[in-house]
C-alpha cells in the first residue's frame, strides 16, 4: 500500500447528491488534511485534524462537512454542491501536527459538479 | 502573510539539460520548506525538505538550496529527463504551527523535451 490513498479518483455529481470522498494514511501520522486545488490557483487548505479532532476550518462552507473515525481514515462528505466546486481534493498527512513536517500527499479526488 | 512566487511559470528544455527552478518568499521566519512535484491530474509528490537551519539538500540529480535571509530557494536539477516533465511547487512552513500551513506557490510547469 502506498502512503496515503484516496478514493474514489474521479466523481462526477450533480448539485443535488450527497457522496462522500475518502482518505487512507498508512504512515502512522497523527495528523491529515483536506486541500482544495481548481485551475490556475494555489492550494487552499480546507481542514485539519489531529488525533481525530478537528483543530483547523478554514471558513469553508458547510456543504463540505469533514469526518476523521480515527488517526487513519478521514472523509470528506458532500451535499448541495456548486459547480464552482468542481476541483482537485487533495488529502495529506505529516507526523505531527504541531511540529512543522513533511507533508505527503494522496493521488487526489477529482471532482466534477454538473 | 506568506506569499511565494515561482519563476519562470513555464520552461521547456531539451533532454540533457541541467536547470534551475526558483522559488522567493516574503517571510523568511520559516521551519522548513518543502519541494515537490505534480503530474497533470495527480497528487504532490515530495521531493525535498530543507530545514531552516540547512543550506541544501540532495536526493540524486535534485538539489535544493535555501537562502532564509534572502527568502530564497532553488531547486537544480541535473541532466534533465523526459520524465522530469511536471509541475514543480515550492512550500515554506511557518514555525509553531501545523504542517497544513505551508503556503504554496503556484509552480513552475516543465517540459522536458527528447
Known amino acids: 500500500e502506498t502512503g496515503v490513498t484516496q478514493t474514489p479518483r474521479h466523481l462526477v455529481m450533480g448539485m443535488t447528491n450527497k457522496k462522500s470522498l475518502k482518505c487512507e494514511q498508512h504512515l502512522g501520522h497523527n495528523a491529515m488534511y483536506w486541500y482544495k486545488q481548481s485551475a490556475k490557483k494555489p492550494l487552499e487548505l480546507m481542514f485539519v485534524?489531529?488525533?481525530?479532532?478537528?483543530?483547523e476550518n478554514n471558513s469553508v462552507p458547510s456543504r463540505f462537512s469533514p469526518e476523521c473515525p480515527n488517526s487513519s481514515h478521514l472523509f470528506l462528505h458532500l451535499h448541495t454542491l456548486q459547480p464552482e466546486d468542481s476541483a482537485l481534493y487533495l488529502c495529506?498527512?505529516?507526523?505531527?501536527?504541531?511540529?512543522?513536517?513533511?507533508?505527503?500527499f494522496g493521488e487526489g479526488s477529482r471532482l466534477t459538479v454538473l | 502573510k506568506q506569499e511565494v512566487t515561482q519563476i519562470p511559470a513555464a520552461l521547456s528544455v531539451p533532454e540533457g539539460e541541467n536547470l534551475v527552478l526558483n522559488c522567493s518568499f516574503t517571510d523568511s521566519a520559516i521551519y522548513n520548506l518543502q519541494w515537490f512535484r505534480q503530474d497533470p491530474g495527480k497528487g504532490l509528490t515530495s521531493l525535498l525538505l530543507?530545514?531552516?537551519?540547512?543550506r541544501e539538500q540532495t536526493s540524486g540529480r535534485l538539489n535544493a538550496s535555501l537562502d532564509k535571509s534572502s527568502g530564497r530557494s532553488t531547486l537544480y536539477i541535473a541532466a534533465s529527463q523526459p520524465g522530469d516533465s511536471a509541475t514543480y511547487l515550492c512550500?515554506?512552513?511557518?514555525?509553531?504551527?501545523?504542517?497544513?500551513?505551508?503556503?504554496f506557490g503556484d509552480g513552475t510547469t516543465l517540459t522536458v523535451k527528447p
Open positions: 495529506a498527512s505529516s507526523h505531527e501536527m504541531r511540529i512543522t513536517g513533511e507533508l505527503f
Open positions: 485534524y489531529s488525533l481525530e479532532e478537528r483543530v
Open positions: 530543507i530545514q531552516s537551519s540547512q
Open positions: 512550500a515554506p512552513s511557518p514555525y509553531n504551527t501545523n504542517a497544513g500551513k505551508s503556503t
